[in-house]
C-alpha cells in the first residue's frame, strides 16, 4: 500500500495546515523528542477511525484538537485526511486512482467522515480499510512496545492479526451478523410456535361452538318460515 500524502489541520501539535508528501520512496520521519512524530502516526490511526483514546495517546477525544500554546488559541476542530494510492486496486470496491479518507471533529463532539470528499459514516471507513492489514485493528500501525505485547499476547488476540492478514475479517465478521440474524429469526419462530400452540389449543372449543351456530341459524331459518306459514293458515282461517 502507497500513502500518498497526509494533510493535518488543526490536530494535536499541528495548528495550521500542514501537507506530507510521501515519495514512494520515503522510509522514516526523523525528529528530535517531542517534535512531534508520534502526532503523525496517531493522524494516520485516527484517520482510520481509531475510536480508543488511549490509544490516541490522549485522556479524551478533544484532547485530538490542538489545545493552545502560550502564543496561540486553541483550534475549533481537528481535521486529517489521508491519500492513498488505489491504482492497484488495493481498495476493490473503488474505482478511483486515488483514495482519499477524511475525518473531523469539532470540539462539540461533532464527528464527520469522507471518502473522496463524500459524507460517510464510520462503518464505510472501517469496511473500506477491512481486510487491507490497515484497518483499526489492522497491523500496519505498530507503536513502541506493542512487539512485546504481541509476542506475549493471548493466542485470541494473535489470532485477529493473522486473520487480519489473511483478509478474512470481513468475512468472519459477516458471518458474526448473520449467526445474530439466525438467533432473532430462531426467537421469532419459538414466539410464533407459542402462538400456534395457543390458537389450536383454542381451535376445538371454537369448532363446537361454531358448530352450535350453525344448528342455531338453521333452526332459526326454519322457524321463520314456520311462523309465516302459521301467520297465513290463521289468515285463511
Ligand atoms: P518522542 O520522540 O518523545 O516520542 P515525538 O516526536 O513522537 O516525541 P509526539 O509525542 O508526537 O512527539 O508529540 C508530542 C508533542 O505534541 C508535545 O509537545 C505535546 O505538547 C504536543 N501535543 C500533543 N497533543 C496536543 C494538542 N492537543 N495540542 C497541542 N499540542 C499537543
Avoid at 506530507?20 to 482510520?48: E, H, M, R, Y
Avoid at 463524500?118 to 512496545?145: A, C, H, P, W
Amino acid at each position: 500500500m502507497y500513502l500518498k500524502s497526509l494533510e493535518i489541520q488543526g490536530f494535536k501539535s499541528f495548528p495550521d495546515r500542514t501537507l506530507l508528501q510521501f515519495g514512494s520512496d520515503c522510509t522514516a520521519i526523523v525528529g528530535p523528542n517531542g517534535s512531534g512524530k508520534s502526532n503523525i502516526s496517531d493522524a494516520i490511526s485516527w484517520v482510520l477511525g481509531e475510536q480508543s483514546t488511549r490509544a490516541l495517546r490522549g485522556a479524551k477525544m478533544e484532547d485530538v484538537i490542538f489545545g493552545g500554546t502560550e502564543k496561540r488559541n486553541q483550534m475549533g476542530f481537528a481535521q486529517v485526511t489521508l491519500v492513498i494510492d488505489n491504482t492497484e486496486h488495493i481498495f476493490p470496491t473503488r474505482e478511483e486512482a486515488e483514495v482519499a479518507v477524511t475525518r473531523r471533529y469539532y470540539r462539540s463532539g461533532e464527528s464527520e467522515y469522507y471518502i473522496n470528499k463524500q459524507s460517510v459514516r464510520l462503518k464505510d471507513v472501517n469496511e473500506l480499510f477491512m481486510d487491507t492489514g490497515m484497518g483499526r485493528e489492522g497491523y500496519s500501525i505498530i507503536g513502541q512496545g506493542q512487539i512485546d505485547k504481541i509476542l506475549s499476547g493471548k493466542p485470541e488476540e494473535r489470532r485477529e492479526l493473522f486473520d487480519e492478514a489473511a483478509g478474512i475479517v470481513k468475512f468472519k465478521r459477516r458471518k458474526a451478523t448473520t449467526i445474530k440474524k439466525l438467533q432473532d429469526e430462531q426467537g421469532n419462530l419459538v414466539r410464533v410456535t407459542d402462538i400456534l400452540s395457543e390458537l389450536t389449543r383454542q381451535l376445538s372449543p371454537l369448532e363446537r361452538q361454531s358448530e352450535t351456530a350453525r344448528i342455531y341459524l338453521a333452526k332459526r331459518d326454519t322457524l321463520r318460515e314456520l311462523d309465516v306459514n302459521s301467520f297465513l293458515l290463521e289468515n285463511e282461517e
